[in-house]
């Protein structure tokens, strides 16, 4: 499937309601493309923002509060970022940016 194919079925995937099933596709994904692509920082990040989103997930059953509090606001920048990269733009403050939701998210969900 052609870069910008893959990009655009990840954005259709991300749009929906994220659940650990998603989120271990997204970071296989984003593996792949880290390796096929010149945009290897942006999809290691995506890769490693899923994994550990999964990784919280895997094993606990979880009330629909705390998931919403440990996916708030990721699968936004997700698209936007995979946006983003449609176009041609590879914007590092976005990732940290995703990655500060990351650890927020996370810091929340540990409580």
């Known amino acids: ?5 893959r990009i655009s079925a990840l ?15 997204l ?3 984003f593996n792949s493309l880290a ?8 999809f290691f ?6 994994q550990r989103l999964a990784a919280a997930l895997e094993g606990e059953a979880v009330s629909v509060e705390r998931f919403q509090e440990l996916t708030a ?7 936007d970022i995979l946006r983003d990269i449609q176009q041609g733009n590879a914007n590092a403050a976005k990732l940290e940016a995703l990655v500060v939701t ?3 998210n996370l810091g929340l969900f540990r409580r």
Not at 1 to 5: A, T, V
Not at 73 to 79: E, K, N, P
């Open 1 to 5: 499937m052609p870069g910008n194919d």
């Open 11 to 25: 954005l259709s995937a991300v749009s929906g309601a994220l659940s650990q099933e998603k989120l271990e596709l």
């Open 27 to 29: 970071s296989r994904e």
């Open 35 to 42: 390796q096929d692509r010149a945009e290897t920082l942006v």
């Open 45 to 50: 990040v995506l890769q490693n923002v899923c």
């Open 73 to 79: 606001g990721i699968a936004d920048q997700i698209a």
């Open 102 to 104: 990351l650890f927020r």
